[in-house]
């Protein structure tokens, strides 16, 4: 029964914190208000520093509330193994550039559309699986990655519009943009996800542990990118400047979400996590449709919906999926 319990919590948070991560930071990056907007990759660094904060408190927990033990064991695997944390240094890379490339893919896609289609990272995943790790894909996993990529192919088909030629050639130009750095963002988080798993493989380490390290990376990386692309409205109007309620949603959302999903990941079965990938891609649809108003669904687009989230279910039927760890 508690074992039962602990799957459907799993299968709730899993839900929650896809959906609500995807529409509030659309919502964000949409909305009109008075002033600047919050910059991106200001929010990239916030979230950062959240991150290796709350693994730093996990660490602590894990060591008994200990202050020696946590200090122990911080210098004993960071500072004396500086190999080993430099080895963090590439996939902490890759995860920065994928953060900033979801607030562009959501400034310019609505929440469905981005939904739908950044599981292609299901695709990306298991090739570089079968690649870097020899992993060996059954006939079913094969066949849900062709329907796979055949339902995002349906979702991006292009649908008639009444709209005027500027406007519509103003939401091609947006759709290139966002499908673009969804794309990106699923290579990147492919790569990533394996390379971060074949490392855990490798040593003995707390997962909280690297994830303090991945964040001591991301932390560089994101304020190397902050100020070389957005430096000088840092310096006019200071890296807090349009920040709000949502904005510091989204931050921690995104901070504290991959902290969460790793934490119960373990107790949903792939068939649980087909139907949580499931309900949040008809969820954002729904609110996208009905709430935010910024998206007008076709035949064509649920036809693609319907494939993605069959190949979701097809590729966790055979044997286990290649695992893509969560990066806390």
């Given amino acids: 029964m508690a074992s039962a319990r602990l799957k459907y919590l799993s299968l709730g948070v899993l839900v929650f914190q896809t959906t609500s991560l995807v529409l509030t930071m659309r919502y964000s990056r949409t909305l009109q208000a ?3 907007r919050y910059l991106a990759s200001s929010a990239v660094v916030v979230a950062e520093v959240m991150k290796i904060l709350a693994c730093v408190l996990l660490v602590f927990k894990e060591h008994s509330y200990s202050i020696r033990a946590l200090n122990s064991i911080l210098r004993q695997e960071i500072l004396h193994k500086p ?43 298991a090739l570089f699986s079968v690649s870097m790790l020899g992993r060996r894909l059954g006939v079913y996993q094969w066949l849900s990655l062709l329907v796979l990529m055949a339902g995002v192919a349906l979702v991006q088909w292009p649908s008639e519009s009444a709209a005027a030629p500027e406007k519509e050639a103003r939401s ?8 673009t750095a969804v794309l990106v963002a699923c ?18 380490q707390s997962v909280w542990v690297r994830n303090i390290q991945l964040g001591m990376f991301g932390l560089v990386f994101g304020l190397f990118g902050m100020l070389a692309y957005d430096g000088e409205r840092v310096r006019e109007s200071g890296m807090f400047q349009g920040y709000n309620t949502i904005t510091w949603t989204v931050v921690a959302l995104q901070a504290l979400g991959g902290l969460v999903i790793a934490a119960v990941i373990k107790y949903a079965d792939n068939i649980l996590k087909g139907f949580a990938t499931s309900l949040s891609i008809i969820l954002s649809t729904l609110i996208s449709y009905f709430l935010l108003q910024d998206f007008d669904p076709s035949s064509v687009f649920f036809l693609g919906a319907v494939l993605v989230i069959a190949a979701t279910f097809l590729y966790g039927y055979e044997g286990k999926p290649p695992a893509n760890p969560s990066r806390a």
């Fill in 83 to 125: 190999i080993e944390t430099l080895k963090l240094a590439i996939p902490s890379g890759i995860y920065t550039l994928q953060n900033n490339l979801l607030y562009v893919a959501l400034s310019n896609l609505d929440a469905a559309t981005y939904q739908v289609t950044y599981q292609l990272k299901i695709l990306t995943t």
């Fill in 34 to 36: 008075e002033g600047p």
């Fill in 187 to 204: 290579c990147s988080s492919g790569f990533a996800g394996v390379y971060f798993e074949k490392i855990l493989k490798e040593s003995k």
């Fill in 172 to 179: 091609a130009g947006s759709q290139f943009v966002g499908v």
